[in-house]
């Protein structure tokens, strides 16, 4: 057993905590709408959406059903489509290369940086072709992907820039809010974001005011002005409740960003005083970043991973892998030819990585107990994994001596 004495079960998030908080808010937002009887888009939404702008440093938000119909209406605003390519990483959630998809376009697949496990500029550059259209940076876990390198990118080849910022709002690069570094940028209100509501939601925001209008005619079937159709769109409309609970919470946002930036500086000072860094890759935070921590992500070497996890759960505390199987190896995208090693950055992440419980209520007690269990475990199971046996690259996921060059797939 533990020599630390659990303080309950630790959650990988309670949205409990954060309710209890906010109650009295949340409950008079939800009686308002109830109230009007307005319940699809309406004021509430226009409120959000002004307000998010504002957020984010941009002129224009367009609320709708979800952050992969963000994605998806992103790219319809902009002609995307059979022939297309778009370039984007394979180590994300399904949604950013399933709307690539779901058009008829193609995604090419890039590496990821071994530190931040965002998508690697200079692979970038290499992957654009004829074809290209636009590439898709995911500021995966919090953090900003190297907007400045990838805008200039971009600017070079005459391409599209759409953020994937479901986990991210509230970050910033060189000072600059995500949302406000591409031409479109795509949110995500699942109930797990840091800005979350009480189910599916989501947003782009743009400064360009036409790009601004189609979103707003594709999420009510191309409609403008009722009943009149310029093209067929979807059915893809924000929830006045949702935004009434958003606007709640966007109140709190800046606060909670900063008790998680505080939950994940005293994760780092937890494992350091566990003297566990030599067997532990820490999250990164590069100095022009400021990361809101969706998720603390460490890395173990793969053959632990598994074991460990097994050991938090017998212990009570909530872990996830995000994401085990990279997006080139998902069966449904098989025909793009790609075989394991193709991205060998990204496939070693997806072997080592482990996320633990992350969320602003999360207490001083809880983090302890957690880092505690960690550091028991590697005494017990894995007293040789210092240093001398595991290289701090290898944990910090750079390609391993002799792994594969990254590659186009067959089809390419």
């Not at 403008?224 to 919470?249: C, F, S």
């Amino acid at each position: 057993m533990s020599s630390t004495a659990s303080p309950r079960a630790v959650p990988a998030l309670d949205l409990k905590a954060q309710y209890r908080t906010i109650q009295p808010e949340i409950d008079a937002a939800i009686r308002r709408v109830v109230e009007s009887q307005f319940f699809c888009l309406g004021p509430e939404v226009a409120a959000l959406e002004a307000e998010i702008a504002a957020y984010c440093g941009v002129a224009h938000a367009v609320g709708c059903s979800s952050g992969s119909d963000a994605l998806l209406l992103a790219l319809m605003a902009w002609d995307i489509g059979p022939g297309d390519e778009v370039i984007t990483t394979p180590y994300t959630f399904f949604a950013t290369a399933g709307a690539i998809w779901r058009l008829g376009a193609r995604p090419v697949f890039v590496d990821i940086e071994p530190d931040t496990y965002n998508i690697a500029p200079a692979q970038v550059e290499r992957a654009i072709t004829p074809r290209t259209r636009a590439i898709i940076p995911v500021h995966l876990y919090g953090q900003a992907a190297d907007m400045n390198a990838l805008g200039a990118i971009a600017r070079r080849y005459g391409l599209k820039v759409l953020e994937d910022a479901a986990q991210a709002i509230g970050a910033r690069h060189h000072g600059r809010p995500v949302g406000s570094l591409g031409d479109a940028a795509a949110f995500s209100f699942y109930p797990s974001k840091n800005l979350g509501g009480y189910g599916d939601g989501g947003l782009v925001t743009t400064p360009d005011p036409a790009t601004a209008r189609r979103l707003a005619r594709l999420r009510i079937h191309g409609m403008e002005p009722r009943y009149h159709h310029h093209e067929v769109g979807y059915n893809a409309r924000l929830d006045a409740l949702q935004a009434a609970v958003l606007r709640v919470k966007l109140g709190h946002l800046p606060a909670w960003t900063e008790a998680r930036r505080q939950v994940a500086a005293r994760y780092r000072a937890l494992f350091h005083a566990h003297d566990l860094t030599d067997r532990i890759g820490l999250p990164i935070e590069r100095p022009e970043n400021e990361h809101v921590y969706n998720q603390f992500v460490i890395r173990v070497p793969e053959t632990l991973r598994d074991p460990l996890r097994a050991r938090l759960t017998e212990r009570q505390i909530g872990s996830d892998v995000y994401y085990p199987i990279p997006l080139h190896l998902q069966l449904c995208f098989q025909a793009l030819g790609h075989r394991p090693g193709d991205f060998p950055v990204a496939e070693q992440a997806a072997r080592q990585t482990i996320a633990l419980p992350i969320y602003p209520e999360l207490s001083e007690e809880a983090q302890a107990y957690v880092v505690a269990t960690i550091a028991e475990f590697f005494e017990e199971a894995a007293p040789e994994t210092r240093s001398p046996a595991i290289p701090r690259p290898h944990v910090l996921g750079e390609v391993p001596s002799g792994a594969a060059p990254a590659r186009r797939g067959r089809n390419s």
